[in-house]
């Protein structure tokens, strides 16, 4: 595939000082640990993949039912089920290094402080993780179960901890339910993140009119996919704006299209999450549609187009 010049796109990007050979990565949680997705998508061929969340101990998380379908997107209350900081390492990180070229981002969460940090110093030790993603859409047991993630106090708190502690460049994932995006952004900066992605899941739910009966077990469930989108692409903008590091962007993106507006947006990489329920190779798919559309376009170097939006 070559632009009319003969040349093939270039779809490599950089998100603090790591190269990606494109900039589309898994979204943490719709992707397992990466290992599951091995018979039905290339992973070598992703920019990265984001691991699902991971906690010091082991969590079987929320009761079901955990996932409804709204128009356009999904509610999900999963409750952070994962195996633990260790057993990945032990059980997970192995394969996932025999694959080459791969870019393993390890997502962290947890619910004080402490947490974060020993779940950062188990995965320290994880040989191959190129960074680590900080979640913070979690509720601050320590403060009342405020989300650190809406609060700008709690937020520097648990990012300055976590970039005391971890031995690999820092990724903060920030909530969008909160007032002001592009504060939390510029907290998170300062307080020492090297890159930004966003958006996590909106606070959502829905309601059996026939049963009267939460669709989910959890009452309260995080809105992704699709029907999220145009507010996660000027979250992104907001943030881009914000701050001088990276940010990566997500958010109900589904093609190469979404992909470029994003990047227009300020995104230097982005992550594909519901999409891959509804179509597990559609991380691999979209990739192949990026190249496609940057010979269509003629667009030889993607990283150009990086907050490349035009107002006139
Ligand atoms: C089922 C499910 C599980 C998720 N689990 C996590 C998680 O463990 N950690 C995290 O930071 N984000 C998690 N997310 C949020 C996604 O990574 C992503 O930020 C969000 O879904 C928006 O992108 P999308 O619209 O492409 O899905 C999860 C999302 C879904 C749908």
């Known amino acids: 595939m070559t632009t009319s010049a003969g040349r093939t796109?270039?779809?490599?990007?950089?998100?603090?000082?790591?190269p990606l050979k494109n900039p589309v990565i898994a979204a943490s949680g719709t992707f397992g640990y990466g290992v599951e997705f091995e018979d039905v998508v290339n992973l070598s061929k992703l920019g990265g993949l984001v691991v699902k969340g991971l906690s010091r101990e082991p969590m079987i998380g929320n009761p079901p039912p955990r996932l409804w379908e709204t128009?356009?997107?999904m509610l999900n209350a999963i409750g952070l089920q994962n195996i633990g900081a260790q057993a990945?390492?032990?059980?997970?990180?192995?394969?996932?290094?025999?694959?080459?070229?791969?870019n393993v981002i390890a997502n962290i969460f947890g619910y004080n402080r402490e947490d974060y940090e020993r779940t950062i110093e188990i995965l320290n030790d994880g040989e191959g993780i190129a960074a680590f993603e900080l979640n913070v859409s979690c509720p601050n047991t320590a403060h009342g179960g405020l989300q650190f993630g809406s609060?700008?106090?709690?937020?520097?708190?648990?990012?300055?901890?976590?970039?005391?502690?971890?031995q690999r460049p820092l990724i903060v994932k920030l909530s969008p339910n909160v007032t002001s995006i592009a504060q939390m952004a510029y907290v998170a900066q300062e307080a020492g993140a090297d890159a930004l992605s966003l958006i996590n899941t909106f606070v959502a739910m829905a309601i059996d009119p026939e049963t009267r009966k939460p669709r989910i077990a959890n009452v309260t469930a995080g809105l992704s996919g699709p029907a999220i989108k145009p507010i996660a692409v000027r979250m992104v903008y907001d943030a881009a704006h914000a701050v001088r590091i990276p940010v990566i962007g997500m958010g109900g993106i589904s093609s190469a299209a979404d992909v470029i507006e994003f990047m227009l947006a300020g995104a230097s990489a982005v992550q594909i999450g519901t999409a891959s329920?509804?179509?597990?190779?559609?991380?691999?798919?979209?990739?192949?549609e990026l190249q496609q559309w940057c010979v269509d376009h003629e667009l030889t170097k993607i990283s150009d187009i990086i907050g490349g939006m035009l107002l006139e």
Not at 9 to 18: A, E, N, Q, R, Y
Request: hydrophobic letters at 40%; a neutral charge.
């Open 9 to 18: 796109p270039d779809l490599g990007v950089s998100v603090t000082g790591i």
């Open 71 to 73: 128009s356009a997107g």
């Open 88 to 102: 990945f390492l032990e059980q997970k990180l192995p394969r996932l290094r025999q694959i080459k070229n791969i």
């Open 151 to 166: 609060d700008p106090r709690s937020l520097d708190e648990v990012v300055s901890t976590a970039k005391r502690v971890a």
């Open 277 to 288: 329920y509804w179509d597990p190779c559609a991380t691999e798919k979209i990739v192949d």
